[in-house]
């Protein structure tokens, strides 16, 4: 099966600045790597994804990046705004061996520091 | 559109009572599933399906059963219940896997086994 590590578990920034969240994976036949947002009691939230035959995508302040030989995807938040503090999960889907679903990270806790 | 629902939204059981989590989507989606999602882990996979009628195991399905028989639900039962299954659980559904794999969630169920 699938295993995806995620780093950090907590990023704290100042609004305005950067933040990039990085995540492994071990299957090399994984071929979708989506990006949630998930805040506090609320459900996760699909923000960007990628697929396998794509090396970078963004979408207005977040971007994320995939290197299949590597093996890791990380995503990208510029200009960070208050709205953007919470939990991110990173995913990879797999498919094979009459197994299907997305294999999580543990997840980032983003705090945007004012 | 709803989108993809959940019943009930919490619930308290004492170990060994039994139940059945709903999850519906009225968005004409083949594939279901169910994740649960615990503090630090993230989200895992339980079961899932590819179609009415059909069903499998992810990656942490002992103690679990699952049931497709109209293509808009999918339910999700525990027969004994044991404090270990606390849990928030999330339902979601995608379209397809090739064309659009995108999943949604539902809103979770917060359960707490006693």
């Known amino acids: 099966g699938e295993n995806v590590e995620q780093h950090p578990s907590t990023l704290s920034v100042q609004e305005g600045d950067s933040a990039v969240i990085k995540c492994t994976y071990s299957d090399s036949a994984s071929n979708y790597f989506p990006w949630y947002k998930q805040e506090l009691g609320k459900r996760p939230q699909l923000i960007i994804d990628?697929?396998?035959?794509?090396g970078e995508k963004k979408d207005q302040r977040i971007a994320v990046t995939l290197n299949k030989t590597a093996k890791h995807f990380s995503l990208h938040i510029t200009e960070t705004q208050p709205e953007d503090s919470a939990v991110y999960f990173c995913a990879a889907r797999y498919s094979g061996g009459g197994a299907d679903g997305l294999t999580f990270g543990k997840g980032t806790h983003l705090i945007i520091q004012p | 559109n709803a989108g993809v629902t959940q019943t009930p939204k919490f619930r308290v059981l004492k170990t060994g009572q039994s139940m059945t989590l709903l999850c519906a989507q009225d968005?004409?989606?083949?594939?279901m599933y169910w994740y649960r999602q615990d503090p630090g882990m993230g989200l895992r996979l339980i079961h899932y399906s590819v179609g009415e009628g059909t069903t499998a195991k992810g990656e942490v399905p002992d103690g679990y059963n699952v049931s497709r028989l109209k293509k808009q639900n999918f339910l999700l039962g525990l027969e004994s219940a044991a404090p270990s299954q606390t849990s928030v659980y999330f339902c979601a559904s995608s379209y397809s896997i090739g064309g659009a794999p995108e999943q949604f969630f539902g809103p979770g169920t917060r359960l707490t086994v006693l």
């Open positions: 968005m004409n989606h083949e594939y």
């Open positions: 990628i697929r396998s035959n794509v």
